[in-house]
């Protein structure tokens, strides 16, 4: 009879808690924007930003001081690539470096006066190149462009001169290029830019927005005086445990719209792999929710003021993404810095995340970050719980120092008044 | 002009008293940038290598344990599997164990001798395209170098000198010249630009905390009547501390930078720290313009912090705004970011003149007008009741 009673109590006092706490956020524009809108706004805006996915026609410089038939089909050899296109030939080093210095081109080439002679006569021609390595992709692109076009018509210079020896053709081949080198992109075939951090980037904003927003609600409590303003009739103090179910419910109702928009129509909309059964995101997404939930619980009980949380917080959503290694692999990092990095939910979210959407990764190949995720909600959970226990007992001993104070300040008025 | 610089100071002293007295303020001046700092100079403090990847070898000759190990040395690779079929290396990817696979054939070394074209296959994941780049770079570069090798020998076999077979082996040789960034060093733009995010988000949040306040605790007309009734000295007095100390944040970041992780400076450093200081005030601008049109500091902060993160993406250093749809690269102009990474780019790492990085300067400049353009607005707020007290 007296459990039923409790929990009884405790639905109705967990159902006030939810009642002001959506209240509370959908009259605030502040947490709305952080804690509704910015996961539609971020998600749109870096869809867009990406949305090309690959970098082609990076413009280069060539510098032809051959000027003969053969430095012209090597010129037209760089422009058949998709990643490069000669933009300007200058006559010179000292112009071709102006282009550069004018953001014109990002790569050089310098072909020598000998070239065709050096050619034709059997022997070796020296090309130069000059790439510029400020900005990796373009790096990467020109590159690439360069060395493969000189590669390849190197090769088949050989490969004509051996037949030209009277060596049969497979023999030729052979000789010109004993190993054949073939590179296979699994996964992100096109290595598609967004394709690689959306994901990554997905996560973090999630955790993200959910430990601002969860803050700035704490700090509302505090500010409104919610601690006695929700309190039941009869009673001290609120209980602990309605209160942290209550906000864990609100919040996550939330997500379960905000995620499931991000990972039906944004992730159709800008054609993301979608690799992964629906139950072993949704395995991976419970965890993952409830650990920042119950995160930000505990931390929202340190904000007194509803500002607080985005100036404490909004900082570490770069440091948290590179953590996860992401953009900078882990095994880079110092080891007790990624260790640190292990006590946040998205560490392990993003790793596991990734491998489910693109390589179509299941329950068993993610096991041991939805291990570690669980054990997270389980610890933030118990946090959680604590943290607002102690934040009850707080504002409570606020409250009656506040009353004796006013009672005194009271006694001592009427005090005065009947002197 | 002097009633206005003792004006200014007055709320300058006033200010520092604010800031005493709040700690918040010397956290997010001071605390939260430099632990902000020492984070990044740890995560960038090594570089990228010893990525584990798996080898499928069906050969198992003396010749292809050669080729593995070659690839083992390399410095981004490091063989952590010998698989036995491609289901196992493609189980340990899903596990995130292994970066690629790769595969030697068999009758690899008895193709090789027997002067028979045979072939590598490399199985990059494309997940993360930063280790692929390095793995691919790496690997290429030792079958090829491999197969040249192997070329010289069949040469050599048919009496050509080591010059001539050279010369045929590579009838093209090109020599590389990487400019600005010798070493390909990830860590030398990448650090830069996330301390530089680090010190953006801090000048606009802390701005924007500084004039809301005013508004929140109804202090505004306190803070007006300092300034002598003027809004130029009360807002001059008001972000020169902010300026100051984000000022000297750009310093400590430049040593971070260019002494701690040896990044290369190759221009001026006079026009990197003035870039700095005007690269400061044009996200306080941006701070004003946020309290002062949204004339509430929770959702000045939440709109001034929301777009302060969006800088890295679309300043282009990671993935090039060239490649960018038209209308998104018009909407890179509006983040001062974009241009104050142009100028460092420019200036540290290429060692253009200076006339090069002026422009963007200019530009970055420009963002001032944000700011006295809602100087008379601001005003009003500081004088009408009714923008005040707001929880």
Redesign the interface.
């Given at each position: 009879m007296k459990l039923k009673q409790y929990i009884s109590l405790y639905a109705k006092e967990a159902a006030s808690v939810m009642r002001n706490e959506y209240r509370a956020i959908f009259t605030d524009g502040g947490v709305m924007l952080i804690l509704i809108f910015a996961i539609f706004i971020y998600s749109t805006l870096y869809g867009l930003a990406y949305g090309n996915q690959v970098l082609r026609n990076v413009p280069i410089g060539v510098i032809d001081n051959s000027k003969t038939s053969s430095s012209r089909a090597l010129i037209d050899s760089f422009n058949a690539g998709p990643n490069a296109y000669v933009a300007y030939e200058a006559a010179d080093m000292e112009e071709a470096k102006k282009l550069f210095y004018d953001r014109d081109i990002y790569g050089i080439v310098y072909i020598p006066s000998d070239y065709e002679k050096q050619l034709v006569g059997g022997l070796q021609a020296h090309v130069s190149l000059y790439c510029d390595a400020s900005y990796f992709l373009m790096y990467r692109q020109v590159f690439q462009e360069i060395v493969g076009t000189l590669t390849q018509t190197g090769a088949m210079v050989e490969f004509q001169r051996l037949v030209a020896q009277g060596i049969n053709i497979p023999q030729a081949q052979a000789v010109t290029q004993p190993v054949i080198y073939q590179s296979h992109n699994l996964f992100n075939p096109y290595l598609g830019y967004g394709t690689f951090v959306m994901p990554a980037i997905i996560m973090a904003i999630i955790q993200q927005t959910l430990l601002i927003g969860i803050g700035m609600i704490g700090g509302t409590w505090h500010e409104f005086d919610l601690y006695r303003k929700l309190t039941p009739v009869g009673e001290e103090r609120m209980s602990t445990i309605p209160v942290v179910l209550g906000k864990t419910l609100t919040y996550m109702s939330i997500c379960a719209v905000t995620t499931a928009y991000i990972l039906t129509i944004h992730y159709h909309l800008y054609k993301y792999p979608m690799n992964g059964h629906p139950m072993t995101i949704i395995g991976l997404m419970l965890p993952y929710l409830l650990a920042c939930i119950f995160l930000g619980i505990t931390v929202s009980t340190l904000f007194t003021r509803r500002e607080n949380s985005i100036l404490w917080l909004l900082w570490s959503s770069i440091p948290l993404l590179l953590l996860s290694g992401v953009s900078y692999p882990g095994d880079a990092m110092p080891q007790w810095l990624f260790g640190i990095g292990n006590i946040f939910p998205s560490s392990h979210a993003i790793n596991a995340f990734i491998r489910v959407q693109d390589m179509g990764a299941g329950f068993e190949d993610i096991l041991p970050e939805i291990t570690a995720l669980w054990r997270l909600a389980v610890i933030y959970g118990g946090t959680a719980l604590i943290a607002m226990h102690l934040t009850l007992n707080k504002e409570l001993r606020l409250r009656i120092k506040n009353k004796v104070v006013k009672t005194v300040a009271i006694r001592k008025q009427t005090k005065r008044a009947t002197r | 002009m002097r009633t206005f610089i003792h004006n200014t100071y007055a709320v300058f002293r006033r200010e520092l008293s604010r800031i005493i007295d709040k700690k918040?303020y010397l956290?997010?001046m001071f605390g939260?940038p430099l632990v902000?700092f020492v984070?990044?100079s740890?995560?960038?403090?090594?570089?990228?290598?010893?990525?584990?990847i798996a080898v499928l070898d069906q050969d198992n000759t003396p010749l292809s344990r050669q080729l593995t190990s070659m690839i083992d040395e390399t410095a981004s690779a490091l063989v952590a599997y010998e698989i036995q079929d491609m289901e196992e290396g493609m189980?340990l990817?899903?596990?995130?164990k292994i970066y690629a696979i790769l595969q030697i054939p068999a009758f690899f070394e008895k193709d090789?001798n027997g002067?028979?074209?045979?072939?590598?296959?490399?199985?990059?994941?494309?997940?993360?395209?930063?280790?692929?780049?390095l793995l691919?770079k790496d690997?290429?570069t030792v079958?090829?170098t491999?197969?040249t090798g192997?070329?010289l020998k069949?040469?050599g076999a048919k009496g050509l000198t080591a010059r001539q077979a050279?010369?045929?082996?590579?009838?093209?040789?090109?020599?590389?010249?990487?400019?600005?960034?010798?070493y390909?060093n990830?860590?030398y733009?990448?650090a830069p630009s996330?301390l530089a995010?680090?010190l953006l988000?801090?000048s606009v949040?802390t701005t924007v905390?500084a004039i809301?306040t005013e508004l929140?605790f109804s202090t505004a007309k306190e803070w007006l009547d300092t300034g002598g009734g003027s809004i130029l000295a009360a807002l001059t007095g008001k972000m020169l501390p902010i300026t100051i100390s984000m000022f000297a944040m750009t310093l400590v970041m430049h040593w971070i930078v260019f002494d701690i992780l040896g990044a290369p400076m190759n221009g001026s450093s006079a026009m990197l720290i003035i870039s700095g200081l005007v690269f400061i005030l044009s996200y306080q601008a941006i701070g004003i313009f946020a309290i002062t049109v949204f004339d509430?500091?929770?959702?000045a902060?939440?709109?001034g912090?929301?777009y302060?993160?969006?800088a890295?993406?679309?300043s282009?250093?990671?993935?090039?705004t060239?490649?960018?749809?038209m209308?998104?690269q018009i909407f890179s102009y509006v983040f001062p970011f974009t241009f104050y990474m142009r100028i460092y780019?420019?200036i540290a790492?290429?060692g253009?003149?200076i006339a090069?990085a002026l422009p963007d300067l200019g530009y970055m400049m420009l963002f001032q007008v944000l700011a006295i353009a809602v100087i008379p607005r601001l005003r009003r707020l500081c004088l009408d009741k009714k923008y005040w007290g707001k929880?």
């Open positions: - | 918040i956290v997010m939260l902000s984070f990044f740890f995560i960038f403090k090594n570089s990228i290598d010893s990525l584990p189980q990817m899903r596990e995130g090789v002067n028979t074209q045979t072939h590598i296959e490399f199985y990059n994941s494309g997940c993360n395209i930063t280790v692929n780049g691919e690997v290429q079958v090829k491999f197969s192997i070329q069949l040469l050279m010369a045929q082996a590579m009838p093209i040789s090109f020599e590389r010249h990487i400019l600005f960034n010798p390909i990830y860590s733009y990448l996330f995010m680090m988000i801090f949040l905390y809301g929140k509430n500091l929770r959702l902060l939440s709109f912090g929301g302060s993160v969006l890295f993406t679309f282009g250093l990671t993935f090039p060239m490649a960018m749809y209308g998104i780019v420019d790492m290429r253009a003149p090069y929880l």
